[in-house]
């Protein structure tokens, strides 16, 4: 109670006890109230702007780090754009007159704003809400959010103004320029591109980052219509900075149409392309101008240096058919962007001493020592020499920054160069204007005179030389000797050449139509002494058997192909006999032979042909003339290529004959590409009941004697049987088969005579060495030979005894069971013919064909001819086939496809050993044609890589191909010396274009 009282005490006096206030609900509305102030204070500060400041304000202000700021001003740079990790990022930079900032934009902002196309261009207006960052040497801005940006005014246009030419004052303006690129770089900031407008070069950059998302094709040549801001880059250089890819238009130089010389001029304004052969090369006010003619009209086109150094002079010489493309000025001339050389003429490299002024402004090359190297301004001067005379060289800036440091290390006095260039004259004097750096070559070394370059002269231009020291040109027409000289027959022109010269001839490598450069004193026009010869083009002589030659050959360089018959040596001359024919080795020659064939040798000598008593011989001039043929074996070849062979040859041919003389056989034989003869001995001779007249057979013949040395049946035709009455002459040389009954059996020596009858008359059949079968009279006989004449009469001759069988034989002669079918796993175990359903998995050859098959249960290589393989644009590789299998004689006897799988299409440069032994079809443009005895190797690319096409002769037919031809090919991957080419083993699968 105390204590109340005392509590009471703390009330004024005279009031009354106050109820009690309950004050924590006042903590709930004071936070609400918080609360509530907060969110008013957003609001506000949301809708308040970051505030404007001046460039010259925030710069090195630490105090402004992080600040987000306001800055205004014209765009001064070309927006830059890069990409790191997959992200974009772009700046620009913004001047508002008290200095210039950055302004940083990245991904995923920077992808926003290429997307909507808000990037700023130099020129334009704009404000920008962004965050500073002040480094210690560097500030810059980032910008937050797209809406930050505000364009105040843009620079563009939609109908600019077409200006010919850039000043200074044109800054910040929108403009647009027509004309044909001639120059064209990948820089960082984007493509650029140099524009001739006809008046002058205008600069135009497509900015990068309107390359980003769009692709933009154009090249040197093309004409552009480009309309953008004109920026001063660097400050004074002004270029068009294109802002927008809508307006800008690309025609390119290969739509240019192309107009005759004689019309061009009247096109003016008109983008074209006009084509004719290089007369001059001059230079004006800055550029180059060419001369083109079409043998009547003359057109000059104006060209900068970097479009004239497309034309290499040393390959590039003047007479040159080319083709320029480019617009056509007021003045009649043609302003250009491109060149190309259609048909070059390369360019010959001439003493200095017969430059002279009425050359001006043609292409020339000379080869020479530097005498003297000048530093003329920021251009190069020689003054070189060869010993014929001295001229200078200029060399220009642009040339030389082109030339590498080894060439310019090179370029040293006492040393020597290679030269091309246009010749012009300066100060009265003649010089050799460089305009690219591919028209000067250091040698390292000085010029000898002996590689000094004569003037080239042909037969029809001798008349001007008598007296003087020539390269005469032309082709190799003959040889004779007479009198310790040897006289060359060059386009009827008569060159004496001592032996020693001679030997740059080797006959077994250049024979007549050789092209032959012989360095010779002009006596007269039909009269040259030669001093040296050096063969420019060989073309090898034909090898000719020796029956070939005769007398009409006289003075011809030929090579001859055979077997060595006869050697002897006549007082250290050696005679040498191929077949009948003498060949001559005189003594010089026979002492310094690299070879000295042996009798039986397989050889080719090239040499003269001459006559000795009044027939041909040839005379060996040359000691590595005499080669001999290493017998690899035998190569795959045509009927028709027996007449010039001389190494065995494989045919595959059909069977047509068969007849008998002085102790050998002779198969009558023919394939597409002729018939022929071949002798063959009974042991070569096949089974006449397995094979007929009428089979395909593969046979291995020598060309020089015509006989077969290897003989397999490839399509076997089953002999026809004849009833015994029906045998006439008409059947002479055929196999043929009867069954009939032995009316009568006698022996004659180790022979057999039997005479058959079935009953519609009698026939006779002899068999040689048959005299120990056990035939007797009224024997059932089967058996099957050639018919052949005997007094008159038919007569069947069975040339082998296995071919005789006695009862038991069906009448049908021949026939075969119904095939049994089997697995692969069963081929090892089978006997006859057999089934098997297989899948095709390769094919190669090796002495003949072979494919390589397989099943669920193994694989097998199987040996075919090549006549049933399908065609690969078909079926190739991959597919399912049906195959009769001969397991006796292991062999394929017939292939029928069940599901084709046609050969895989692919580019010449992806096709690899990988592929090996698979089919494949390729398609490109032939680069090299080679023509062996037996094939033909074709070098085609289709842009991705070049490839070898190996084509059989016994393949190609009638087919004949030429560079610059497109070829589609199917056939088999293989393999030669490491390197993989396709061989096509059909001639439907070559398709020429």
């Not at 250089?237 to 294109?242: A, D, H, M, Q």
């Given at each position: 109670?105390?204590?109340?009282?005392?509590?009471?005490?703390?009330?004024?006096?005279?009031?009354?006890?106050?109820?009690?206030?309950?004050?924590?609900?006042?903590?709930?509305?004071?936070?609400?109230?918080?609360?509530?102030?907060?969110?008013?204070?957003?609001?506000?500060?949301?809708?308040?702007?970051?505030?404007?400041?001046?460039?010259?304000?925030?710069?090195?202000?630490?105090?402004?780090?992080?600040?987000?700021?306001?800055?205004?001003?014209?765009?001064?740079?070309?927006?830059?754009?890069?990409?790191?990790?997959?992200?974009?990022?772009?700046?620009?930079?913004?001047?508002?007159?008290?200095?210039?900032?950055?302004?940083?934009?990245?991904?995923?902002?920077?992808?926003?704003?290429?997307?909507?196309?808000?990037?700023?261009?130099?020129?334009?207006?704009?404000?920008?809400?962004?965050?500073?960052?002040?480094?210690?040497?560097?500030?810059?801005?980032?910008?937050?959010?797209?809406?930050?940006?505000?364009?105040?005014?843009?620079?563009?246009?939609?109908?600019?103004?077409?200006?010919?030419?850039?000043?200074?004052?044109?800054?910040?303006?929108?403009?647009?320029?027509?004309?044909?690129?001639?120059?064209?770089?990948?820089?960082?900031?984007?493509?650029?591109?140099?524009?001739?407008?006809?008046?002058?070069?205008?600069?135009?950059?497509?900015?990068?980052?309107?390359?980003?998302?769009?692709?933009?094709?154009?090249?040197?040549?093309?004409?552009?219509?480009?309309?953008?801001?004109?920026?001063?880059?660097?400050?004074?250089?002004?270029?068009?900075?294109?802002?927008?890819?809508?307006?800008?238009?690309?025609?390119?130089?290969?739509?240019?149409?192309?107009?005759?010389?004689?019309?061009?001029?009247?096109?003016?304004?008109?983008?074209?392309?006009?084509?004719?052969?290089?007369?001059?090369?001059?230079?004006?006010?800055?550029?180059?101008?060419?001369?083109?003619?079409?043998?009547?009209?003359?057109?000059?086109?104006?060209?900068?240096?970097?479009?004239?150094?497309?034309?290499?002079?040393?390959?590039?010489?003047?007479?040159?058919?080319?083709?320029?493309?480019?617009?056509?000025?007021?003045?009649?001339?043609?302003?250009?962007?491109?060149?190309?050389?259609?048909?070059?003429?390369?360019?010959?490299?001439?003493?200095?001493?017969?430059?002279?002024?009425?050359?001006?402004?043609?292409?020339?090359?000379?080869?020479?020592?530097?005498?003297?190297?000048?530093?003329?301004?920021?251009?190069?001067?020689?003054?070189?020499?060869?010993?014929?005379?001295?001229?200078?060289?200029?060399?220009?800036?642009?040339t030389l920054r082109e030339l590498s440091n080894e060439t310019l290390s090179g370029l040293k006095e006492g040393l020597g160069v290679e030269v091309a260039g246009y010749l012009d004259e300066y100060r009265g004097s003649p010089e050799i204007v460089v305009y690219t750096g591919e028209g000067i070559k250091a040698l390292g070394r000085p010029v000898s005179p002996s590689e000094v370059q004569l003037p080239k002269v042909k037969a029809s231009e001798l008349e001007g030389y008598t007296g003087k020291?020539?390269?005469?040109?032309?082709?190799?027409?003959?040889?004779?000797?007479?009198?310790?000289?040897?006289?060359?027959?060059?386009?009827?022109?008569?060159?004496?050449?001592?032996?020693?010269?001679?030997?740059?001839?080797?006959?077994?490598?250049?024979?007549?139509?050789?092209?032959?450069?012989?360095?010779?004193?002009?006596?007269?026009?039909?009269?040259?002494?030669?001093?040296?010869?050096?063969?420019?083009?060989?073309?090898?002589?034909?090898?000719?058997?020796?029956?070939?030659?005769?007398?009409?050959?006289?003075?011809?360089?030929?090579?001859?192909?055979?077997?060595?018959?006869?050697?002897?040596?006549?007082?250290?001359?050696?005679?040498?006999?191929?077949?009948?024919?003498?060949?001559?080795?005189?003594?010089?020659?026979?002492?310094?032979?690299?070879?000295?064939?042996?009798?039986?040798?397989?050889?080719?000598?090239?040499?003269?042909?001459?006559?000795?008593?009044?027939?041909?011989?040839?005379?060996?001039?040359?000691?590595?003339?005499?080669?001999?043929?290493?017998?690899?074996?035998?190569?795959?070849?045509?009927?028709?290529?027996?007449?010039?062979?001389?190494?065995?040859?494989?045919?595959?041919?059909?069977?047509?004959?068969?007849?008998?003389?002085?102790?050998?056989?002779?198969?009558?034989?023919?394939?597409?590409?002729?018939?022929?003869?071949?002798?063959?001995?009974?042991?070569?001779?096949?089974?006449?009941?397995?094979?007929?007249?009428?089979?395909?057979?593969?046979?291995?013949?020598?060309?020089?004697?015509?006989?077969?040395?290897?003989?397999?049946?490839?399509?076997?035709?089953?002999?026809?049987?004849?009833?015994?009455?029906?045998?006439?002459?008409?059947?002479?040389?055929?196999?043929?088969?009867?069954?009939?009954?032995?009316?009568?059996?006698?022996?004659?020596?180790?022979?057999?005579?039997?005479?058959?009858?079935?009953?519609?008359?009698?026939?006779?059949?002899?068999?040689?060495?048959?005299?120990?079968?056990?035939?007797?009279?009224?024997?059932?006989?089967?058996?099957?030979?050639?018919?052949?004449?005997?007094?008159?009469?038919?007569?069947?001759?069975?040339?082998?005894?296995?071919?005789?069988?006695?009862?038991?034989?069906?009448?049908?002669?021949?026939?075969?069971?119904?095939?049994?079918?089997?697995?692969?796993?069963?081929?090892?175990?089978?006997?006859?013919?057999?089934?098997?359903?297989?899948?095709?998995?390769?094919?190669?050859?090796?002495?003949?064909?072979?494919?390589?098959?397989?099943?669920?249960?193994?694989?097998?290589?199987?040996?075919?001819?090549?006549?049933?393989?399908?065609?690969?644009?078909?079926?190739?590789?991959?597919?399912?086939?049906?195959?009769?299998?001969?397991?006796?004689?292991?062999?394929?006897?017939?292939?029928?496809?069940?599901?084709?799988?046609?050969?895989?299409?692919?580019?010449?440069?992806?096709?690899?050993?990988?592929?090996?032994?698979?089919?494949?079809?390729?398609?490109?443009?032939?680069?090299?044609?080679?023509?062996?005895?037996?094939?033909?190797?074709?070098?085609?690319?289709?842009?991705?890589?070049?490839?070898?096409?190996?084509?059989?002769?016994?393949?190609?037919?009638?087919?004949?191909?030429?560079?610059?031809?497109?070829?589609?090919?199917?056939?088999?991957?293989?393999?030669?010396?490491?390197?993989?080419?396709?061989?096509?083993?059909?001639?439907?699968?070559?398709?020429?274009?």
């Amino acid at each position: 109670m105390a204590g109340e009282k005392e509590e009471k005490k703390l009330y004024y006096h005279g009031l009354k006890e106050q109820k009690k206030l309950d004050v924590s609900r006042l903590k709930y509305l004071s936070l609400l109230l918080s609360v509530i102030g907060v969110a008013v204070l957003l609001v506000v500060a949301q809708g308040a702007q970051a505030p404007l400041m001046d460039v010259k304000e925030v710069t090195g202000n630490y105090m402004m780090n992080y600040a987000v700021v306001r800055l205004s001003g014209t765009v001064a740079s070309v927006p830059y754009v890069s990409e790191s990790g997959g992200k974009l990022s772009l700046t620009f930079t913004i001047d508002d007159g008290t200095g210039q900032m950055d302004v940083r934009v990245y991904s995923p902002l920077a992808d926003e704003m290429i997307e909507r196309g808000m990037v700023p261009f130099p020129g334009d207006n704009v404000t920008a809400e962004v965050q500073l960052r002040v480094r210690e040497t560097y500030t810059y801005a980032m910008l937050q959010y797209l809406e930050g940006l505000k364009f105040n005014s843009k620079l563009y246009s939609e109908n600019p103004e077409t200006v010919k030419e850039l000043t200074e004052n044109m800054s910040n303006t929108y403009v647009a320029v027509q004309g044909i690129v001639t120059a064209l770089s990948n820089v960082s900031s984007g493509y650029l591109l140099t524009v001739d407008t006809g008046l002058a070069p205008v600069t135009v950059l497509i900015p990068r980052v309107l390359l980003i998302k769009n692709n933009v094709s154009v090249k040197v040549g093309d004409t552009v219509y480009a309309p953008g801001i004109v920026y001063l880059y660097k400050g004074t250089s002004p270029e068009i900075v294109v802002r927008s890819l809508e307006q800008f238009n690309v025609t390119p130089i290969e739509s240019a149409p192309l107009v005759p010389l004689a019309e061009a001029s009247g096109y003016v304004g008109m983008v074209m392309s006009v084509q004719g052969n290089l007369t001059g090369i001059s230079y004006e006010n800055g550029r180059y101008v060419i001369t083109l003619t079409d043998g009547v009209n003359y057109l000059e086109v104006l060209v900068p240096r970097e479009v004239l150094a497309s034309l290499n002079p040393f390959e590039v010489a003047s007479g040159s058919l080319v083709k320029a493309a480019g617009k056509m000025g007021d003045d009649g001339r043609l302003v250009g962007a491109y060149l190309k050389a259609v048909k070059p003429v390369n360019t010959e490299f001439l003493p200095v001493g017969v430059l002279t002024p009425d050359m001006k402004g043609t292409i020339v090359a000379v080869r020479a020592n530097v005498e003297e190297v000048q530093k003329v301004g920021s251009n190069l001067k020689l003054v070189i020499s060869d010993g014929t005379g001295r001229i200078d060289v200029f060399i220009p800036s642009a040339t030389l920054r082109e030339l590498s440091n080894e060439t310019l290390s090179g370029l040293k006095e006492g040393l020597g160069v290679e030269v091309a260039g246009y010749l012009d004259e300066y100060r009265g004097s003649p010089e050799i204007v460089v305009y690219t750096g591919e028209g000067i070559k250091a040698l390292g070394r000085p010029v000898s005179p002996s590689e000094v370059q004569l003037p080239k002269v042909k037969a029809s231009e001798l008349e001007g030389y008598t007296g003087k020291l020539v390269d005469f040109i032309g082709t190799l027409q003959g040889l004779t000797y007479a009198n310790g000289t040897y006289y060359l027959n060059v386009d009827n022109v008569t060159v004496s050449i001592s032996r020693d010269a001679l030997m740059a001839l080797n006959p077994l490598e250049a024979g007549d139509g050789s092209v032959l450069v012989i360095r010779a004193l002009v006596r007269d026009p039909d009269h040259l002494k030669g001093e040296s010869l050096t063969v420019q083009t060989a073309v090898p002589p034909v090898q000719m058997r020796p029956d070939s030659v005769t007398p009409e050959m006289v003075g011809r360089v030929i090579v001859v192909a055979g077997r060595v018959t006869d050697v002897a040596n006549l007082s250290g001359n050696l005679k040498i006999t191929l077949g009948n024919l003498p060949v001559f080795v005189p003594r010089t020659t026979a002492d310094e032979l690299t070879y000295v064939p042996q009798e039986g040798d397989l050889v080719e000598i090239g040499g003269y042909v001459e006559l000795y008593r009044g027939e041909p011989e040839v005379v060996v001039f040359h000691p590595e003339a005499i080669g001999k043929i290493e017998q690899t074996g035998p190569v795959e070849g045509t009927v028709s290529d027996l007449k010039s062979a001389v190494e065995p040859l494989l045919l595959t041919v059909a069977w047509d004959s068969i007849s008998y003389e002085n102790g050998e056989y002779y198969l009558a034989v023919h394939d597409d590409t002729g018939s022929t003869t071949v002798t063959a001995t009974k042991e070569l001779l096949p089974n006449p009941i397995e094979a007929a007249t009428g089979s395909i057979l593969r046979i291995v013949v020598d060309p020089l004697s015509g006989s077969a040395t290897s003989l397999e049946v490839a399509n076997a035709v089953q002999p026809k049987l004849y009833r015994t009455g029906d045998v006439t002459l008409d059947l002479k040389g055929e196999v043929i088969a009867l069954n009939a009954t032995a009316v009568k059996v006698s022996t004659v020596g180790n022979n057999l005579k039997l005479t058959l009858d079935d009953g519609s008359g009698k026939v006779t059949v002899f068999i040689p060495s048959g005299a120990g079968l056990n035939i007797t009279e009224g024997a059932v006989v089967y058996t099957a030979g050639y018919v052949e004449e005997y007094r008159g009469a038919p007569e069947l001759v069975v040339y082998n005894t296995e071919a005789v069988k006695v009862e038991g034989v069906p009448s049908q002669g021949g026939a075969t069971e119904t095939a049994k079918e089997v697995t692969v796993s069963e081929l090892s175990s089978a006997t006859g013919q057999v089934n098997l359903t297989v899948v095709w998995e390769g094919v190669a050859y090796k002495s003949g064909y072979y494919i390589a098959v397989s099943d669920d249960t193994g694989n097998a290589t199987l040996s075919i001819s090549r006549e049933l393989l399908p065609n690969p644009f078909e079926a190739g590789t991959g597919s399912r086939i049906r195959i009769t299998y001969d397991a006796d004689r292991k062999k394929v006897i017939s292939l029928t496809v069940v599901e084709a799988v046609p050969a895989e299409s692919y580019k010449t440069g992806a096709v690899t050993l990988d592929l090996k032994g698979r089919t494949v079809v390729v398609e490109g443009t032939i680069k090299d044609v080679y023509n062996g005895k037996s094939f033909i190797k074709l070098t085609i690319d289709d842009g991705s890589g070049e490839l070898v096409i190996f084509i059989p002769k016994s393949v190609a037919g009638d087919l004949t191909f030429s560079e610059g031809q497109r070829v589609k090919v199917g056939g088999y991957v293989s393999e030669y010396r490491g390197a993989v080419e396709v061989i096509p083993y059909t001639a439907d699968a070559i398709q020429v274009r």
